[in-house]
C-alpha cells in the first residue's frame, strides 16, 4: 500500500520546486541594497538620510504586485494618509530608555510625543551574499537616544528566500547594550512591522483622510470599502482584529486580494526568543506588528497588566528571530503551520 503524503511535506515540495536566483546589488549612491528575484525586484533594504530608521521598501508577492502603503514615500491615490512613520517595513521600538523610535516621523513630517525621538542609523554592510533559492545580508544599526549617545548596537542578518508563489524574509536581529542598561518600557508600539495596502485593510466605515486622485490628502466622510478584504488569523484560531490585538500567538497572517491576486502575509516568532510567544499590534487599518515587549498595553494576552519592562543589561546581548511569509494564493491554519515548521527548520540548521 502507498504510503500517504504528509501536509508538510506536500508544501514543503511546493516551496522546493522553483529554486529562483536572488541577487542583491548595492547601490551605494542611493543608500540602498536591492533584492532580485530572477532579475526582477523583491524588495530594497535602505537607508535614505531623510529616514529614521532603516526600511525594506517596498515588498512585493512573488508576481510582483506592491503590496506595501506608498505613503508617504508616494503618493497613491485611495491610500490613507495617518501615521507618516508606517513606512513599509520596519525594526523598532516606542520606548528604550525614555526615547520614543518608532514615532520618529521622516524629514518633512510632524508629530507629537510625549518622550523625545530617537533614530536609528544603519552603520555598515558587513557582507552580502547571493545565491540559488536565498540570499543573505549582514548589516549594523546604531540606536541613537534623544541626547546623542548609543544606546544599542544592532547587529542583523537579512535572509531572503524565493520559491515559486513564495517569498520570506528572515530577520535575525542581535541587540547589544552600551555602557547602561537598555530598558524596553512597555509600550504597544513595536518591534516588527508592516504597513499594508489599502486592500488589505479590513473593511471600516469611520471618517478617514485619504490620497485623492490628485495626490492631496483628502477628508473622506464614510469609506467605499470596495474591495477591501483584508481578515487576520492567528495560531490561536483568533480572526479579526477584535479577535487578535493583544492577544498572544506564535504566528500571524494576514489575508486577502491585491489587483486581483490572493496574498496570504505572516509573521512568525519564534521559540528562542527570550519573549515567545510574541504580543501582536494587528490594527484593522493597516498596521500588522509583532510586539514581544509591550506586556503591559496589551490586556488580552495580560490580564493582570504586569509590566514587563525587557531589559538587556549594559555590555550584553539578546537576539530576536522573525520570519516574513509571503505567499501568492491562499493558506488554511494547517498548511500556515507547516509553513512554520519549515521556519524551525530552517533556524535549526
Sequence with gaps: ?????????????????????????????????????????????????????????????????????GFPLEKVAGERTDHPHHISSWFNYGNVNGTDFWNSPPEGYSRDSKIPYGNIKHKAILAMKSGEGVASLKVSSDWILADGSKVL?????????????????????????????????????GVIAIRVTRSLEEPSEKAEIFTDAAGKPTAVA????????????????????????????????????????????????????????????????????????????????????????FTIKAGKSETFRFRILIHSGKLTKEETEAQYQQWLKDQAE
Design 153 to 189: 548596537q544592532q547587529d542583523e542578518t537579512l535572509v531572503f528566500r524565493a520559491a515559486k508563489d513564495l517569498r520570506i524574509i528572515d530577520r535575525i536581529v542581535t541587540l547589544t547594550a552600551q555602557d547602561k542598561d537598555a530598558v524596553f518600557k512597555d509600550s504597544k508600539e
Design 1 to 69: 500500500m502507498k504510503k500517504p503524503v504528509s501536509l508538510l511535506a506536500l508544501v514543503l515540495a511546493a516551496t522546493c520546486a522553483h529554486a529562483a536566483e536572488v541577487k542583491l546589488v548595492e547601490q551605494a549612491d542611493k543608500k540602498q541594497v536591492d533584492v532580485l528575484v530572477d532579475g526582477q525586484p523583491f524588495t530594497s533594504y535602505v537607508f535614505w538620510a531623510d529616514q529614521k530608521k532603516p526600511l525594506l521598501s517596498p515588498l512585493r508577492t512573488a508576481s510582483g504586485n506592491i503590496f506595501t502603503r
Design 222 to 309: 464614510k469609506l467605499d470599502n470596495t474591495g477591501v478584504n483584508g481578515v487576520y488569523l492567528s495560531s490561536e484560531g483568533k480572526v479579526g482584529e477584535k479577535e487578535g490585538w493583544s492577544t498572544r500567538a506564535k504566528w500571524m497572517t494576514l489575508s486577502g486580494n491585491v489587483k486581483g491576486e490572493d496574498v496570504c502575509i505572516g509573521i512568525f516568532d519564534h521559540p528562542k526568543n527570550s519573549t515567545f510567544p510574541t504580543y501582536w499590534h494587528n490594527r484593522g487599518y493597516g498596521l500588522f506588528a509583532a510586539n514581544p515587549f509591550g506586556a503591559k498595553d496589551f490586556p488580552k494576552g495580560n490580564p493582570s497588566k504586569t509590566a514587563l519592562n
